[in-house]
């Protein structure tokens, strides 16, 4: 069984940055794809960024591509999500979420099994 903790959520004026972390405990998750979603009120849940095992390959939604980095530290069992150029559309609460597959970039929620509890994000105009 694995534990997601997301933490670093918070206010932000628009324009400014926040940097998400997502700790991994109960087994270690270096061998997963790991993926942050977010879901805006009133929307469904929505793939922001998907990063293999190793950290070689990386995946973003257009709507957060060059604004968001996703990365990993497999030693720490953490995956971060910093968020740049924060717009009032990327209010939203953010989810990580852990996947079997190593290899590929699934964006799709039924790919996932492990969820956090999710972290706010809310961006004033």
């Known amino acids: 069984q694995v534990q997601l903790v997301e933490s670093g959520g918070g206010l932000v004026q628009a324009g400014g940055s926040l940097r998400l972390s997502c700790a991994a405990s109960?087994?270690?998750?270096?061998?997963?794809?790991m993926g942050w979603f977010r879901q805006a009120p009133g929307k469904g849940r929505e793939s922001v960024a998907t990063i293999t095992w190793s950290g070689g390959a990386t995946y973003y939604a257009h709507s957060v591509e060059g604004r968001f980095t996703i990365s990993r530290d497999n030693a720490k069992n953490t995956v971060y999500l910093q968020m740049n150029s924060l717009s009032p559309e990327d209010t939203a609460v953010y989810y990580c979420?852990?996947?079997?597959?190593?290899?590929?970039?699934?964006?799709?929620?039924?790919?996932?099994?492990?969820w956090g509890q999710g972290t706010q994000v809310t961006v004033s105009s």
């Open positions: 109960g087994r270690t998750v270096s061998n997963s794809a």
């Open positions: 979420a852990a996947s079997p597959v190593r290899w590929d970039l699934p964006t799709l929620e039924h790919e996932y099994i492990y």
